[in-house]
Structure formats: structure tokens, C-alpha cells
């Protein structure tokens, strides 16, 4: 299924239940902490979007918080200012996987459903030091400090419907493999989404406690299939490493599948960014070599990395190689990078690349 056709499913969904076509489900739906104790909503929104923290308040404090009903009743009436940015541009709210919670959900300012989607993001604990982030500067141990693991046994383990790790690298954290059996004994239908930048090897150990979960996807970073560029943005990786766990990764997919297991659904996504602007269409093509799903994703912050920090000329020279030398597909599969690049220029300049993207997609 295109992002295009995936749009409009969810908009048809929407539209059905009486909902805007800006409605996002993840202030319904989705709870997610940190590893320093503070907690968020929404992955796009990222760790420094900050609504609550344990170090004060309790998880149900936080869920039904005045800030969280803030937020859904601006979903609820159709005009979001919280998030109007990400659904203008991005348009993340129309995420296909996300609106398949919409029949579980409380469609109120105060919800009465449990957390569905929780982010377990338990440590900052990682092997690589990209230069776009921060999150293995954060602390470890602080859920056992403050015995979140037996709030969390009793009150969202067994109701939810998936989880998500992406803080610091999973596989190298014990708490990711503790986490795998305690969920899988509690709730074996729970559908487990892991980000990993790969730098770590698909050891039998590994393989067995995968083999304990049902799993959604496994999103793999992949920024560039230049070494030297791929080590530069992400600090301290191999790329020789990277490409041998995502082929052992392909390879034990195959296997899960043939012993019955759900399959792995690797999904790579790429950060866009100054380094690797001119990589969009190898990278598509790289996905779609190997038979994966892909996806792109616009780093704004830090703005030092972003490529809406170079001079207006140099855009314009990105957009031109862009139109001038990927084909149709790749335009249409990197919209999310193309259209803040496109929304930040001058309005002739702008109107100039508009004509060109409609001469190209239609």
C-alpha cells in the first residue's frame, strides 16, 4: 500500500467516526517514559516534549493531566496547536498502523481506557553517540529506584496492545530482555515495535528471548550507504556491523516464519539531514533491493544537523538535484523531505518547486 493510498484509508476511518481529518490518536492511546522519569505522548513530538514526571507524579496523574486533556480536545475539535506543525507537514497523524487502535479508545478529554501503546524506554544506555541525539546521555536504573516495574506488572503490562523501545539501543540493555519475558508471560498477544541502530550482533541469546514476543516491526537505522558519512552521523558505529545485523535480521525473519513465529517486518528509516541530502533515492533503492519497507524522517533539531540551517541557494540546489535526477517514485516516497524544504523558501522561489513536484507526481 503507497503513503497516499494509506492516507486515505485512515481518512475514510476518520471520517466515518465524525473526526477531522487532522485527529491523531496518540494522546488517546499512547504513554511513553523516559529514562530520566519524565514521560511523553507522541514519538514525532520526540523525548524533549515533556507532559508529565514520575519523579512527582503518578502515572495516572499523568494520563488523565490537565495537559493530555489539553491536547485531545484540540484532536477532538479539530484544530490542533500543540501539534499543528507535525500534521501540516509531516502529517504523522494519519499513520496507518496507529489508527488500528481507534475501536479501543475513549473519544473524551478524560479517557476511561487504559494505556494501549507504552513506551518502554527504561534507560539511556547505548553504544553509538549520534550527533543528532541525546538520549544515551540519560541515566539507567531509575525505574528499579522508584519500583515502577511492579506498577507496571499490575497496571499496563497485561492491557496493552503494544510496545515500543527506542531509547538508548534495546539490545544491549538487560531490562529489554526482562522486559520480553514478564510481557510475554502476561500478555503474549502484546505487539512489540524495537528501534535499533544495529551496532550489536544477532547472538543465539538474542534470537531465543526474540522468540518469546509477537512482533509488530523492528525499525533499523540505515542514514547513509557511504561509511565514512554513516560513522560520521552516528559516532563510535561500524558500518560493516550494521549491514551484517540487518542481513542476519532478514535471515532470521525467514526462519521465524517458517516455524510459525509472527515475521520480523523490518522497516528502515532514514534521518535526513545536512550530511546525507543527497543519498535520498540510494537509499530507497536500497530498501527496495533487500525487499524491506522504508521511510524518511526530516531532522529539524539539532538545527546545526538540519538541512533548513544551510542558505537558501543550497536548498534550492538540493530541490533542482532532486527533481533532475530521482524518478517519480523516490519524489513520491520523500515527500516528508521535500515539503519543509519546499515550505521554507522564499514565496517565488516556493511557487518555482510546487510547479515542478506537480510536473513530476501529478
Not at 499543528?84 to 473524551?108: A, F, G, T
Not at 530498501?287 to 524518511?296: D, I, K, P, Q, T
Request: glycine share 4%; net charge negative.
Amino acid at each position: 500500500m503507497s503513503s497516499s493510498e494509506s492516507h486515505l484509508e485512515v481518512l475514510a476511518r476518520l471520517r466515518a467516526e465524525g473526526l477531522s481529518d487532522k485527529f491523531c490518536i496518540a494522546p488517546f492511546s499512547t504513554l511513553t517514559v523516559n529514562p530520566d522519569g519524565t514521560v511523553c505522548c507522541c514519538r514525532q513530538k520526540g523525548s524533549d516534549f515533556i507532559i508529565g514526571d514520575l519523579k512527582k507524579q503518578t502515572i495516572d496523574e499523568i494520563w488523565n493531566g490537565e495537559y493530555l486533556q489539553k491536547w485531545r480536545k484540540e484532536f477532538l475539535d479539530g484544530a490542533p496547536v500543540i501539534c499543528k506543525k507535525e500534521v501540516d507537514e509531516v502529517r504523522c497523524n494519519l499513520c496507518h498502523d496507529s489508527i488500528q487502535m481507534l475501536p479501543e479508545i475513549s473519544l473524551n478529554r478524560v479517557v476511561n481506557t487504559p494505556i494501549l501503546k507504552f513506551g518502554a524506554n527504561f534507560n539511556g544506555q547505548c553504544n553509538v553517540r549520534c550527533q543528532m541525539c541525546h538520549i544515551w546521555k540519560m541515566p539507567n536504573g531509575f525505574y528499579d529506584q522508584i519500583g515502577f516495574w511492579d506498577i507496571a506488572r499490575k497496571e499496563i503490562f497485561p492491557s496493552m496492545l503494544e510496545i515500543d523501545l527506542y531509547a538508548g539501543e534495546p539490545f544491549i540493555q538487560k531490562d529489554t530482555y526482562k522486559l520480553m519475558e514478564e510481557v510475554s508471560s502476561l500478555n503474549p498477544n502484546c505487539l512489540w515495535t524495537i528501534s535499533t541502530n544495529l551496532n550489536w550482533t544477532l547472538s543465539s541469546y538474542v534470537k531465543e528471548k526474540l522468540d518469546l514476543i509477537s512482533i509488530k516491526n523492528i525499525i533499523v537505522s540505515i542514514d547513509s550507504l557511504v561509511p565514512s558519512c554513516y560513522e560520521s552521523i552516528r559516532n563510535g558505529s561500524s558500518f560493516d556491523l550494521v549491514m551484517k545485523t540487518f542481513h542476519d535480521l532478514i535471515e532470521y525473519g525467514e526462519d521465524r516464519v517458517r516455524r510459525g513465529l509472527s515475521p520480523v517486518n523490518l522497516t528502515i528509516i532514514n534521518v535526513i539531514q545536512r550530511e546525507n541530502a543527497r543519498e535520498l533515492e540510494d537509499l530507497v533503492l536500497f530498501a527496495e533491493a533487500n525487499n524491506v519497507s522504508s521511510f524518511r524522517c526530516f531532522l529539524y533539531e539539532p538545527c546545526e544537523f538540519s538541512i533548513l540551517s544551510q542558505e537558501g541557494p543550497d536548498i534550492d540546489s538540493h530541490l533542482d538535484y532532486y527533481f533532475n535526477h530521482f524518478s517519480a517514485t523516490t519524489i513520491s516516497k520523500s515527500m516528508q523531505i521535500i515539503r519543509p524544504m519546499i515550505n521554507c523558501l522564499p514565496s517565488v522561489r516556493k511557487k518555482y518547486f510546487i510547479q515542478k513536484l506537480i510536473s513530476v507526481i501529478g
